[in-house]
C-alpha cells in the first residue's frame, strides 16, 4: 500500500494528501490517530492539529498564512479558511546562513558549442532577430525560407524572434528591449544571427550596435531595410553566408562549469514543492559544485520565502541587492494601485496551493541550498558563477 499523504518538515502541523482521501478515514501521524473531517483531494492540505483564529499554519516548517476561523483537527486546510500573513514593504535584517554542500567536484563534461567571445552554447542555431516589430513580416519570411532552402541540415534549427516593440517606447520600457534583444543577439545558442531593423525605429541599428560591445562580426550581420533596395534578397544572401559559417561547426567536449541553466516552473501544485522543484534543487546544487552556473527568477515567487534567500546571500552587498529586488518589486505593485500578494492563481488553488507563502517555499527549492553569488537585474548579462537570482 503506497504513501497516501507527507508531513514534510516535523515542524509541520498539516500535512499534505499524497492520494485523495475520504471523510472518516483515520491516518496516523507522529503516532496520533486523527479522524478526515471532510473529503481531501490530492496535493491539499490536511490540518493536524484545532486552530485557533489567527493561529500560524506550518508548512515546509515556515508559516504559510494564519487561520481565518477556528480549523478543527482533520479538516481541510485550503484558501477559504487560511490567509497570508504578507503585507507590504518590509525591512530585513541580514543574519547570513550558508549551507556546506560537500558535492564533490567530479570534472564532467558536456559536448557544447564554444563560441569565439568564449561562452559556451548547448544548441547551434541561426537566429533572425527584428530591432522592431514593423519588420515582422520579411524576418518570418527570411527564417522560413532559409529552413525551406537548407533544410536545416547541420544546424539545430532556424527561427525568427518577431515582436511588437523597438518603436514608440520611451526610458525604461525602450532599454528593456533594448537589454533583452541584445542578450539574445550575443547568446551562445546562436551560431550566427541576422538583425534586421527598418530604419526609422527608435531602436536604430547605429545605437543597438554601441549597446552590444564587442561581438563576432562574422556571424552577427545587420541589415536595415530602408536603405537596401530589396530586403528579401538582401537578406537572404547574408543568411546563406552564414548557414554556410554555422553549418560547419561542431560539438567538442566542455567542462561542466561553463553550463548556465535557468530555473523556471509552470502550473505549480501542491505536489511541486515536493517532488519536482526539489529534486530541481539538488540539480542546482550539483551544478554549482561543479562550478556551474544557476539562475532563480519569478521575484514575486520569492515573496514569502525571501529571508531565506537573503540570509544565504554571500555578502552584505549581495543581501542589499536582494533586499532590494524584493521590495522594488512590491512598490511596482503598489504604485500601480495593485495587490502585492493577489499570487496564487486559481489554478494552484485548484491544485493545493491556498497562499503566496506556500508557493513560495515550494518554488525557491528550486535552487537548492547553494549560497547566492549575484543578484540581477531585468535584462543584465550574468557575470558571475553560481547562483543568481534575476529580477
Not at 98 to 114: D, V
Not at 257 to 266: A, D, N, P, Y
Request: hydrophobic letters at 35%.
Amino acid at each position: 500500500m503506497g504513501l497516501k499523504f507527507l508531513k514534510i518538515n516535523p515542524a509541520d502541523n498539516v500535512a499534505v494528501a499524497i492520494d485523495p482521501l475520504k471523510k472518516g478515514v483515520c491516518i496516523s501521524v507522529d503516532g496520533k490517530e486523527i479522524f478526515l473531517q471532510e473529503d481531501i483531494p490530492a496535493g491539499h492540505k490536511v490540518a493536524l492539529k484545532d486552530f485557533a483564529e489567527n493561529e500560524d499554519i506550518i508548512k515546509y516548517g515556515y508559516a504559510i498564512g494564519h487561520a481565518r476561523c477556528a480549523i478543527t483537527k482533520g479538516a481541510w486546510v485550503n484558501e477559504r479558511n487560511i490567509k497570508t500573513n504578507l503585507e507590504g514593504v518590509l525591512e530585513y535584517s541580514y543574519s547570513p546562513k550558508l549551507a556546506e554542500l560537500n558535492i564533490p567536484n567530479r570534472n564532467l563534461s558536456f559536448m557544447g558549442y564554444r563560441r569565439k567571445t568564449g561562452e559556451v552554447g548547448i544548441r547551434n542555431e541561426i537566429w533572425v532577430i527584428p530591432t522592431v516589430g514593423c519588420v515582422n513580416g520579411i524576418v518570418n519570411r527570411l527564417a522560413d525560407s532559409l529552413r525551406r532552402e537548407t533544410g536545416e541540415v547541420n544546424v539545430d534549427a532556424i527561427v525568427a524572434f518577431p515582436h511588437n516593440y523597438g518603436c514608440s517606447q520611451l526610458g525604461n520600457d525602450h532599454e528593456n528591449t533594448r537589454k533583452i534583444l541584445r542578450d539574445m543577439v550575443l547568446h551562445p545558442n546562436a551560431g550566427a544571427v541576422l538583425v534586421v531593423g527598418l530604419g526609422c525605429e527608435n531602436n536604430q541599428l547605429s545605437a543597438f550596435k554601441d549597446l552590444l560591445g564587442e561581438y563576432d562580426a562574422e556571424r552577427i550581420r545587420f541589415m536595415e531595410c530602408q536603405k537596401v533596395d530589396d530586403e528579401y534578397e538582401e537578406g537572404m544572401n547574408i543568411l546563406r553566408q552564414l548557414y554556410d559559417i554555422a553549418s560547419q561547426d561542431a560539438r567538442m567536449e566542455v567542462p561542466l562549469s561553463e553550463l548556465k541553466v535557468g530555473l523556471k516552473c509552470g502550473g505549480s501544485d501542491g505536489f511541486s514543492g515536493i517532488t519536482a522543484n526539489p529534486l530541481l534543487g539538488v540539480f542546482s546544487d550539483f551544478l554549482v559544485a561543479q562550478g556551474g552556473t544557476s539562475v532563480l527568477t519569478e521575484v514575486p515567487e520569492m515573496f514569502g520565502a525571501e529571508t531565506i534567500l537573503m540570509n544565504r546571500c554571500e555578502t552584505p552587498e549581495l543581501f542589499d541587492k536582494t533586499v532590494h529586488l524584493i521590495n522594488d518589486f512590491k512598490d511596482y505593485f503598489l504604485a500601480n494601485n495593485q495587490p502585492v500578494y493577489e499570487n496564487p492563481s486559481p489554478g494552484n488553488k485548484a491544485g493545493g496551493i491556498s497562499t503566496l507563502e506556500e508557493k513560495s517555499l515550494g518554488c525557491t527549492q528550486k535552487c537548492g541550498k547553494s549560497a547566492v553569488k549575484d543578484v540581477l537585474m531585468y535584462g543584465e548579462r550574468i557575470h558571475s558563477k553560481g547562483l543568481n537570482l534575476l529580477s
